[in-house]
């Protein structure tokens, strides 16, 4: 089991910027594929970011393309979200997800079933 702590959220006004730390433990933390998910208030759990093992291949939802950055140091064990121009409706608790039996080493899968473990969450609150 991988232990994966996030850190980095908080309530900002909309437009500003924040970055998210997921830290994993263990020593294969390159061979997982690791994500952001994330959950606002009352709805369900949606995906928003991943990386490949070796962080070559990336993937976002549409929702956050061109605004969310995702990228990981295999050296250090984490993984960040750089969240740029935030909206109101980024609010939410964001999840980082590892998934430790890739399908390959340059795929990282959108769904959460694909993932083994995750992290408690981090909350972010962007307001208006």
């Known amino acids: 089991q991988v232990q994966l702590v996030e850190s980095g959220g908080g309530k900002v006004q909309a437009g500003d910027s924040l970055r998210l730390t997921c830290a994993a433990s263990g020593r294969t933390f390159s061979s997982y594929a690791m994500a952001w998910f994330r959950q606002p208030p009352g709805k369900a759990r949606d995906f928003v970011t991943a990386i490949s093992r070796s962080g070559s291949n990336t993937y976002y939802a549409d929702s956050v393309k061109g605004r969310f950055t995702i990228s990981r140091d295999n050296a250090k064990n984490t993984v960040d979200l750089q969240m740029n121009s935030l909206k109101p409706e980024d609010t939410a608790v964001y999840y980082c997800?590892?998934?430790?039996?890739?399908?390959?080493?340059?795929?990282?899968?959108?769904?959460?079933?694909?993932?083994?473990?995750w992290g408690q969450g981090t909350q972010v609150i962007v307001s208006s």
């Open positions: 997800a590892a998934d430790r039996t890739p399908f390959s080493p340059s795929y990282a899968s959108k769904f959460g079933s694909a993932y083994d473990d």
